[in-house]
């Protein structure tokens, strides 16, 4: 019933939303495009056609069926009394969110998260660029764990549905108003920010993990807003081959050995440390 009317109702929700961005984007571009958009979009498109119905059929399911498996037992956060345990449901799944996309970089899951990152250019399209392993492997922390610590189905399903917004939100290539987006990086993860993530500078790659709010990267000293976008190169440095990003390629890179952050000539993508504070968005 829970995963009917989510489909009901964030799956057209989601699909507007994803409309509006790539409207936004094709109007407002943040950063220039170095790959024809076919490309991309076709490979993008294709590797989606496997993880997100992974997602759907394996990821939500088992996030619902753990949550009202373990319903009616006394977990920590069932005795917390409303509307603070709703509040600490969804603080809960936004620190896992963040701290799953930190194991992700770690060594044996950046196998798998390297097929995301790989891409030459960032936009809306890139929200869908994963591989359909990584879905899988995310089941026991992003499904089982919420349902160890009390997380009703229900805020499960909703945070789920606002989590695939951010996700889209932050990948598109949409230039919001400096103005704007600076108060904004302050509580969520914007286009900008998501943008440094993705960088070939591995101190930068190494920034900015969170989904939904920034709070996690202000705690744990891992966000940096003040790298100018025009000076962000998208992609992994040992990966700059776009003939080499086949869709058989990347579904059979996680079993292809680890490559080091480098150049394929040996050089190491940097950059000097900007002289702006670290919470300061750059243009």
């Given at each position: 019933?829970l995963?009917?009317?989510?489909?009901?109702w964030?799956g057209?929700?989601l699909?507007v939303l994803?409309?509006?961005l790539?409207?936004?984007?094709t109007r407002r571009?943040?950063r220039?495009?170095?790959?024809?958009r076919?490309e991309?979009?076709?490979?993008n498109?294709?590797?989606?056609?496997?993880?997100?119905?992974?997602?759907?059929?394996?990821?939500?399911?088992?996030m619902v069926?753990f949550?009202q498996?373990l319903?009616?037992r006394?977990?920590?956060?069932?005795?917390?009394?409303?509307?603070?345990?709703?509040a600490?449901?969804?603080l809960v799944?936004?620190?896992?969110?963040?701290?799953w996309?930190?194991?992700?970089?770690?060594?044996?899951?950046?196998?798998?998260?390297r097929v995301?990152h790989?891409d030459?250019?960032?936009d809306?399209?890139t929200a869908?660029?994963f591989?359909?392993?990584?879905?899988l492997a995310?089941?026991p922390?992003r499904?089982?764990?919420?349902?160890?610590?009390g997380v009703?189905?229900a805020t499960?399903l909703?945070?789920?549905a606002v989590?695939?917004a951010c996700?889209a939100?932050?990948?598109?290539?949409w230039?919001?108003?400096l103005?704007v987006?600076q108060?904004?990086?302050?509580l969520?993860?914007?286009?900008?920010?998501?943008?440094?993530?993705?960088?070939?500078v591995?101190?930068?790659?190494?920034s900015?993990?969170?989904?939904?709010?920034?709070?996690?990267?202000?705690?744990?000293r891992?966000l940096r807003?003040?790298v100018?976008q025009a000076e962000?190169?998208?992609?992994?440095?040992a990966?700059?081959?776009?003939?080499?990003q086949?869709?058989?390629?990347?579904?059979a890179l996680?079993?292809a050995?680890?490559?080091p952050?480098?150049r394929?000539d040996?050089?190491?993508p940097?950059?000097?440390?900007?002289?702006?504070?670290?919470?300061?968005?750059?243009e």
């Amino acid at each position: 019933m829970l995963l009917r009317r989510f489909d009901h109702w964030a799956g057209p929700a989601l699909a507007v939303l994803g409309l509006g961005l790539l409207l936004l984007e094709t109007r407002r571009p943040l950063r220039r495009r170095t790959r024809p958009r076919p490309e991309r979009w076709t490979r993008n498109v294709l590797l989606a056609a496997p993880s997100l119905p992974a997602m759907r059929l394996t990821l939500l399911p088992a996030m619902v069926n753990f949550a009202q498996a373990l319903a009616p037992r006394r977990l920590p956060l069932s005795r917390l009394p409303e509307p603070l345990r709703t509040a600490a449901e969804v603080l809960v799944l936004d620190y896992l969110a963040y701290t799953w996309h930190r194991l992700l970089h770690a060594p044996l899951l950046w196998r798998l998260h390297r097929v995301h990152h790989n891409d030459l250019d960032m936009d809306l399209t890139t929200a869908w660029r994963f591989h359909f392993g990584e879905m899988l492997a995310s089941i026991p922390y992003r499904a089982a764990l919420p349902a160890l610590l009390g997380v009703r189905p229900a805020t499960v399903l909703s945070y789920e549905a606002v989590f695939e917004a951010c996700t889209a939100f932050q990948h598109s290539n949409w230039r919001l108003p400096l103005a704007v987006e600076q108060p904004l990086a302050r509580l969520l993860i914007t286009p900008r920010a998501h943008g440094i993530h993705h960088s070939q500078v591995q101190r930068e790659t190494d920034s900015n993990f969170g989904v939904v709010l920034s709070l996690w990267d202000y705690l744990h000293r891992t966000l940096r807003l003040n790298v100018p976008q025009a000076e962000v190169t998208i992609g992994v440095p040992a990966y700059p081959d776009p003939a080499a990003q086949s869709v058989p390629q990347l579904l059979a890179l996680p079993l292809a050995p680890l490559l080091p952050w480098a150049r394929p000539d040996g050089s190491v993508p940097t950059r000097p440390l900007p002289p702006t504070p670290l919470t300061t968005l750059a243009e």
